[in-house]
């Protein structure tokens, strides 16, 4: 599998951490027990298209929004976080 | 028709004419007491057990595909009971006794060889953990031995014993682990449960989950809708997709994990071996293949394929432990789906939707649960509540703190 950084170009995936899902919304501070469980612990998991965070440790470290089809592993898009998620 | 070598010496003498299929094609009925879903070990050995410990024969399994299909088809097929934690421990060590009478009860040959699980350990402090483990196995009734590197020596003498980065200095034994064949496990389970008259339903894909009023009704097929009274999912790598449709979400995601075959040779390794100082595990089917493998690829995969990065790091372990390896040809390779939890425990129980049960979380070690994973989902279908030996794989744990974090990685399954 190769992600293209957009920085950096083409990279095999082994020079990059997976962190899982990307843009869960992290509670509030004063949030519920329960809103934390959810969001630390509970995933979609999807069949399919999959948003999630890698980071090129290996290249230039930024973090990028990574939209990957779990099927196929095929790459749809690639961002950097800053614009991903701003 | 029970198998036997009275049977084998028969049959020879009639040329083969008068065995018959291992289990009967059932096309599916209205209705069902309890539906399992998933066609793989686990899901097998609950029907078994539903029927011979509980009474409870209208059953079937529905399978996606054909039964084995799965993990339980894919995987390097290692047995042990060589856990820390009191929640985990118990459990492994009664799945290691069940796999030890387990060809008696099916009246099937599933190849189970207790060859021995090997732990190597490359420092004094890995040795204070192999020790600390052993203890804790010892104290729950399971074996375990702490071996130095003269007596590993005396077993495996081809290991590189005097690596400078990673020197063997020991090792922990567990005698009674070892392998068993997988596919006979699931034809042995298929076998055992179909004669106590469960249906199984192979190309029956569940579509959905019909719940009324909080209570599960039954199932949508693609063979059509069939009712229940009680439906466990038993789906492993696709748990979060049938958990979805009866609207639970999951502390769980879907990992692919590959594995290795080399081409024949003669013997080499007679036990199970594993690499303290990388994720590597080693053992050499009967075929004379060299069965291995090591890391999940580490991240979310339905594709039943990995990715190079995890071949080149798997071969460099090999050769690292076994430099003799070096001009071995790889075989082949596959990847299976792994359902990895966030505590890299399994789960074994209710859930919010009534009738609903949970069979999970496996990571990538359930094919030695099988027996228990069966024998305590049973329980908990049938009496509504978990049996004391499941009592800790509560799905409501990452809830409640009572995590069992047999690894210390907290919630990344990509590092479990
Ligand atoms: C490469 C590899 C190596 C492994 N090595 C080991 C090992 O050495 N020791 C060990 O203990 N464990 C090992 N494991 C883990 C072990 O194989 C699994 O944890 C275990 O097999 C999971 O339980 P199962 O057998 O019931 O799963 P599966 O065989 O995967 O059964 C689940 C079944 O559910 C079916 N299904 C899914 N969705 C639906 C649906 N909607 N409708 C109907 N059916 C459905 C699937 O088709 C599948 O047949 C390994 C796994 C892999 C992939
Ligand atoms: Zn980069």
């Keep these: ?86 | 028709m029970t198998y036997s070598v009275w049977r084998i010496a028969r049959e020879a003498l009639r040329g083969n004419s008068g065995w018959q299929p291992a289990w009967r094609d059932q096309a599916p009925k209205p209705r069902y007491d309890v539906i399992v879903v998933g066609g793989g070990g686990h899901g097998l050995a609950t029907a078994h057990y539903l029927a011979k410990l509980h009474g409870i024969a209208n059953v079937a399994v529905l399978e996606k595909g054909w039964i084995g299909s799965g993990n339980a088809g894919r995987n390097t097929t290692i047995i042990r009971s060589n856990y820390l934690l009191p929640g985990n421990e118990v459990f492994y060590e009664h799945s290691m006794k069940l796999w030890e009478g387990l060809e008696q009860d099916l009246n099937f040959n599933t190849m189970v060889s207790q060859r021995g699980v090997l732990n190597l350990f490359h420092s004094d402090a890995e040795r204070d953990a192999a020790a600390r483990r052993g203890n804790s196995m010892r104290l729950h009734g399971a074996d375990g031995e702490l071996l130095d590197a003269a007596q590993v020596r005396t077993m495996v003498p081809l290991l590189d014993f005097d690596n400078a980065r990673f020197p063997i200095t020991g090792g922990l034994m567990q005698r009674r682990g070892g392998t068993a064949r997988h596919d006979a496990v699931v034809w042995g389970y298929a076998r055992a449960a179909d004669r106590r008259g469960v249906d199984i339903i192979q190309n029956c894909e569940v579509t959905g989950i019909r719940v009324e009023g909080g209570r599960v009704r039954g199932v949508e097929t693609t063979r059509g809708y069939i009712g229940a009274g009680k439906v466990g999912l038993a789906c492993a790598g696709n748990t979060s997709r049938v958990a979805a449709m009866a609207g639970l979400r999951l502390p769980i995601e879907s990992h692919v994990l590959q594995a290795f075959v080399s081409e024949a040779i003669k013997p080499l390794v007679d036990t199970v071996i594993t690499f303290g100082a990388g994720h590597f595990y080693i053992s050499q089917s009967d075929k004379g293949s060299l069965v291995f493998g090591g890391d999940i690829d580490g991240y979310n995969s339905y594709a039943q394929r990995g990715s190079l990065p995890i071949v080149e790091d798997v071969a460099e372990a090999c050769v690292a432990l076994l430099p003799c390896t070096g001009r071995l040809r790889m075989l082949r390779s596959w990847g299976g789906i792994m359902d990895m939890s966030m505590d890299g425990s399994p789960i074994i129980d209710r859930t919010s939707v009534e009738g609903l049960y949970l069979n999970a979380g496996w990571c990538y070690g359930g094919f030695k649960a099988t027996p228990a994973s069966g024998w305590c989902f049973a329980h908990t279908i049938a009496h509504d509540e978990a049996h004391a030996l499941n009592a800790a794989m509560r799905l409501d744990r990452f809830a409640t703190g009572a995590l069992i974090d047999e690894k210390g990685a907290g919630a990344q399954p990509n590092l479990h």
């Design chain 1, 1 to 86: 599998m190769r992600i293209p950084c957009p920085h950096c170009g083409e990279r095999g995936n082994d020079e990059f951490l997976y962190r899982g899902a990307a843009g869960l919304p992290r509670p509030p501070a004063d949030a519920t027990e329960a809103q934390w469980h959810d969001y630390v612990y509970l995933r979609d998991n999807p069949y399919g298209s999959h948003r999630e965070l890698w980071q090129h440790v290996h290249g230039c470290r930024r973090w990028l929004v990574v939209t990957r089809d779990t099927r196929t592993h095929v790459i749809a898009a690639v961002t950097d976080v800053s614009m991903a998620l701003s």
